[in-house]
C-alpha cells in the first residue's frame, strides 16, 4: 500500500498558490522550528528520524547537517541538487512541479541548522515548468516574509536563488554541481575536501536532494519517532519511485521503506504489458543494477538493493519483460554513460567506450567466451580507479546483468542467438514453405527488395540484403513469416 | 501582500485559509460549489491537460454550473493522463483517468449534473499522511 509523504500535496493544491499550501501546513515546520528549537536541537531530531539522502547515496541527512553546522565560516550555502538525470526517473519534477513551496521550506530549515543566510536550487534547464513554478512560489514566499529578512521574527534571514544546469548527468555529483553553479566546467573533483568543508566559492556547503527536502518538514511537525516508526532497520520512512518500462501502471508512487519488488510492480503497478512474463527490473538508473524474479520478495530498502547487487538510486525503476534483451540493456546503459562521462579521468572516459565496444561486438554476434573475462576486469578496473560515483557505478548495469543472466551472455557469445530476439545482427526472417501460399504480399511491401518469388510459389528472403524491419512478418496474413 | 511575522500569524493564517477552502465548498448556503482539479504537470500537459482545463472552464461557466476550476501537480497517474480530480459537494472527490474532451463532456452532464456513474474513476491507492491507519 502506497504512503504519500514526500508527496503528500502533490495532485492536492495549486503549485502556484502559497494560500493552498499554507492551508495544507506549509511553512509550519518552519515556523516551529525558528521559534521553538535552537539549530543544534533540530538537528538532533532529523538525525534521531534516520532520514538518509535520497539522491541515491544514502549518507544520513542529519549527520551530513551536522557537519556543515560545525564548520565555522562567514558564510556557508545550502543546496537543492535538483539535477535529475537517470533516464526514466522524474520524481523530482513532479515534487518541484506539484509542491515547491515544501523544497524551500527545507532549504529555510537547513540554512537555520547549518548557520547559511543563502540557498541555491541547482535545476535542469530540461525543466522549465518546474523552473517557472519555483519562481513563482519563491516570489510568493519573499512577499509573505517566509523568505528574506528576520524570518518570523526570529532573527534568520534566508534567501533562495535559482542555478540552472545544462542537463549534463555528471552535474549530479556534487563537487561537479558546486563547480557547474560556479561557472566553472561541470567536472567532478575529488573528496575530500567535502562540500561540508569547501564547496561552492570554497564556503561550507550542504547539498540534498529535493526528495530528500521534501521529507523534512513533515519530521518536525509529526515528530522524529513518527518516522522512524515507518520503514525498516536502517532505512526509514518512504520512497518515491518512478515505474515506467513493461508495466500497466507507468507512474509516481510511493511507498514505505521495506515494502517488497513483487507489491511495487504486481499491486501497485498493475503487473506487466499484455500479460507478458516479468524478467527483471533495473533500479538505480545506469548506476544501479537488475533484479530479477528471485529477487521479487526482498523488502526494498537500501541494504537490501546493494546486497542484491543493485542500489536504491534516485527512485526510477524501468521493468523489463521476456522480450527485452540483457545484454542489449546493458549496451543501452553503456550507451548513456559514454554520452554523460565528463572525460576528465581516463578510466571513465576510455573504459567506459572500451566496454561499450565490447557489448556492441556481443550484440552483433562477433565475440567469444574470452570476452566475458575481459569484459568483467575492465569492468572492475573501471569501477576502481574512476575519480567520481558515474565512473564508479557505470559497470554495475554489465556486472549485473551478467551475473543474473549469464546464460544470455553465452548464447550470445557461443550460439550466437539472441534468446529474446532482440539483436537484429543474431536473427534472420524466413519464410516457413509449408504456410506461404505466393501471394506476394511480402515481397511488395519489403523496403530493400529482399524477398524473391513467383505469384503462387513459395517466397524466399535474402538475408544478405535483409534489413531486418519485420514489414513481412506483419504484412503476412498466413503467419508464414518469423523469426529464426 | 501582508507579512507572516509570528508563529501565531503563521497560524491564524493558516486556520483563515482552511476555513475559507470550507467555505469555497458550500458558498451562498447550502448552494455548494463542484470543485475539478486537473493535473497540471509535465506529464499532464504533454498529454492535453491544458485543453482539458479550459474546457472544463469554459463550459461548467456555459452551462451555468457553478464550479471552481484549478490546476494541480502530477497525481501519479502518468499511464492515465489527463488525470483530473472532481469534487461534487456531499461526495467523496474522485479521480477520472484518460480525460480527453469527450470524457469531459460526460463528466459534466452525467456525473456533475445528473450524479450519475461514468466510467474511468481510478481508486485510490494510497494513505497519506493524515489518515495513516486507513
Known sequence: ?484 | MTKVNSLSELKARRESLQSRNKIRETRDHNQSVVQVKVAMATCGIASGARDVMNFFSDELEKRRIEALVTQTGCMGYCYAEPTIEVHVPGDEPVVFGYVDIQKADEIIERYIRRQEQVDGIIPVGYRTIDNEED
Open chain 1, 1 to 484: 500500500m502506497q504512503l504519500r509523504v514526500a508527496l503528500r500535496n502533490c495532485g492536492f493544491i495549486d503549485p502556484e498558490s502559497i494560500d493552498d499550501a499554507i492551508a495544507r501546513d506549509a511553512y509550519a515546520a518552519l515556523a516551529k522550528v525558528l521559534v521553538e528549537l535552537k539549530p543544534a536541537e533540530a538537528i538532533e531530531i532529523l538525525k534521531e528520524s534516520g532520514l538518509r539522502g535520497r539522491g541515491g547515496g544514502g549518507f544520513p541527512t542529519g549527520l551530513k547537517w551536522e557537519i556543515a553546522s560545525k564548520n565555522e565560516a562567514d558564510q556557508k550555502y545550502v543546496v537543492c541538487n535538483a539535477d535529475e538525470g537517470d533516464p526514466g526517473a522524474f520524481m523530482d519534477r513532479s515534487i518541484l512541479e506539484g509542491d515547491p513551496h515544501t523544497v524551500l521550506e527545507a532549504m529555510a530549515i537547513n540554512g537555520y541548522c547549518i548557520g547559511a543566510s543563502k540557498g541555491l536550487i541547482y535545476i535542469r534547464a530540461e525543466y522549465p515548468l518546474a523552473i517557472e513554478r519555483l519562481k513563482i512560489a519563491i516570489r510568493q514566499a519573499r512577499e509573505y516574509g517566509l523568505l528574506g529578512k528576520d524570518i518570523f521574527g526570529s532573527g534568520f534571514d534566508f534567501d533562495i536563488e535559482l542555478r540552472y544546469g545544462a542537463g549534463a548527468f555528471v552535474c549530479g555529483e556534487e563537487t561537479a554541481l558546486i563547480h557547474s553553479m560556479e561557472g566553472e566546467r561541470g567536472e567532478p573533483t575529488f573528496k575530500p575536501p567535502f562540500p561540508a568543508e569547501s564547496g561552492f566559492l570554497g564556503k561550507p556547503t550542504n547539498v540534498n536532494n529535493v526528495e530528500s527536502y521534501a521529507n523534512i518538514p513533515v519530521i518536525y511537525l509529526k515528530g522524529a519517532d513518527w518516522f522512524h516508526s515507518i520503514g525498516t532497520g536502517k532505512s526509514k520512512g518512504t520512497k518515491v519511485f518512478a515505474l515506467a518500462g513493461k508495466i500497466n501502471n507507468v507512474g509516481l508512487i510511493e511507498v514505505p521503506m521495506g515494502t517488497t519488488l513483487r507489491e511495487v510492480i504486481f499491486e501497485i503497478g498493475g503487473g506487466i504489458i499484455d500479460g507478458k512474463k516479468f524478467k527483471a527490473v533495473q533500479t538505480g538508473g545506469p548506476s544501479g543494477g537488475c533484479l530479477t524474479e528471485k529477487h521479487l520478495d526482498i523488502p526494498i530498502d537500501y541494504d537490501n538493493l546493494i546486497e542484491s547487487g543493485s542500489m536504491m538510486g534516485s527512485g526510477g525503476m524501468i521493468v523489463m519483460d521476456e522480450d527485452d534483451c540483457m545484454v542489449s540493456m546493458a549496451k543501452f546503459y553503456l550507451d548513456f554513460t559514454v554520452e554523460e562521462s565528463c572525460g576528465k579521468c581516463s578510466p571513465c572516459r576510455i573504459g567506459n567506450k572500451r566496454l561499450y565496444e565490447m557489448l556492441d561486438t556481443i550484440t552483433k554476434g562477433k565475440g567469444s567466451l574470452e570476452d566475458l573475462d575481459r569484459l568483467r576486469n575492465l569492468c572492475e578496473v573501471v569501477k576502481d580507479t574512476s575519480l567520481c560515483g558515474l565512473g564508479q557505478t557505470s559497470p554495475n548495469p554489465i556486472l549485473s546483468t551478467m551475473d543474473n543472466f549469464h546464460e544470455e551472455y553465452i548464447a550470445h557469445l557461443s550460439d550466437k542467438r539472441c534468446p529474446s530476439g532482440q539483436c537484429k545482427d543474431l536473427m534472420n526472417y524466413v519464410i516457413d514453405p509449408e504456410n506461404c501460399v505466393g501471394c506476394t504480399a511480402c515481397g511488395r511491401v519489403c523496403p530493400v527488395g529482399a524477398i524473391t518469388g513467383e505469384k503462387k510459389e513459395i517466397h524466399s528472403i535474402d538475408t544478405a540484403i535483409c534489413i531486418k524491419c519485420g514489414a513481412c512478418e506483419e504484412k503476412c496474413k498466413f503467419n508464414a513469416i518469423s523469426v529464426k
